[in-house]
């Protein structure tokens, strides 16, 4: 079950890599460094009735295009280290799939799972 979900998780990087012409180290970057936490500090800014989250991050993503001057070197540079951070959880009996599929899809997953049950208890409670 575990090489079936990181199957299907590279496959679909890989298929948004063919058609946005980035490589498929540049589109795990994009998504998993910007796209998902972009996605949280926007469910974290409806729990508080903000908009400085999601500013403060689109400041952050503006400074660091405008500062970044090799894209392709550099997510290849953090992709190399999160594979190497992947890997550190052999030594507790993990393997790269696994800690893949448990760091990169089920965390996450339950970070949106916890984001939004908060926003659906609050508007709830509102509603009462």
């Known amino acids: ?3 079936f979900v990181f199957n299907i998780v590279a496959k679909l ?4 890599s063919s058609l946005t012409g980035f490589t498929y180290n540049e589109i795990n970057i994009i998504v998993y460094y910007f796209i ?3 996605t949280w500090l926007v469910l974290l800014d409806v729990i508080f009735q ?6 403060a991050f689109v400041v952050f ?3 660091f295009y405008i ?5 392709r070197n550099y997510s290849n540079w953090l992709f190399n280290k999160s594979v190497i951070f ?3 959880f052999n030594k507790l009996g993990s393997n790269y799939y696994a800690s893949s599929v448990w760091i990169c899809v089920t ?4 970070i949106y799972v916890l984001l939004i049950f908060i926003i659906i208890k609050k508007q709830t409670i509102w509603m009462h």
């Open 1 to 3: 079950m575990i090489k």
């Open 107 to 110: 965390l996450p997953l339950l």
């Open 86 to 88: 992947l890997n550190y």
């Open 61 to 63: 993503c503006f400074g």
């Open 36 to 38: 998902i936490p972009f």
């Open 67 to 71: 500062g970044c001057r090799d894209f």
């Open 50 to 55: 903000s908009h400085i989250l999601k500013l």
């Open 13 to 16: 990087l890989i298929k948004l």
